[in-house]
């Protein structure tokens, strides 16, 4: 009879896998990567265990990549803009509600706006996510939902800044 595959046990404390990167683990001890490819194979039987496993443990591979894709959350926040416009003629402000939306991605610690445009993450920790989109910096405290943003810009003499606050909860996603 031929040699059985190796079974790999995942321990229920640590699945779903945070970090992809142990993914190469679970070739240890059992074969290495060039053992499974079919071209190294020397008989027909062998060329098809090779195959099989190869074919398995890339259905694997997709598996664990599909469930970290599904591992993103997304934000709703509600908040409260005000914008100030300082002119050489006047100051003048504006307020309006506005919604915004993040998805945030745990395993890779990824924050981005709903619209697609990805932010540059300066803190990512269990407390505080902060994160800068062009001359707009985000703070959202995780423990509360509270998001604090504030951004400046100055052209032709005109100073425009932009301040606002609300709160933001886990939902579905939106409609594409």
Known sequence: MGRLLPQIVVPLDTY??????????LFIGHTSLWQCWPSAAKSSRDKMKSAVLVSV?????????EESAAARDYLHCVSKKVVIVDAPKGTTSSSTEENLGF??????????????????????????????SGDVSYELD???????????????GIATTIIGAGRCTVAAAPAR
């Open 103 to 132: 998805w945030i991605d745990e395993a890779t610690k990824i924050v981005t706006l709903a619209d697609g445009k990805k932010l540059n993450v300066g803190r990512f920790d269990d407390r505080w996510i902060s994160a800068v």
């Open 16 to 25: 779903p896998p945070k970090d992809l990167s142990g993914l190469p683990l």
């Open 142 to 156: 995780r423990q509360s939902g509270n998001l604090t943003y504030a951004g400046s810009t100055m052209k032709d």
């Open 57 to 65: 443990l890339a259905l694997t591979a997709f598996a664990l990549l």
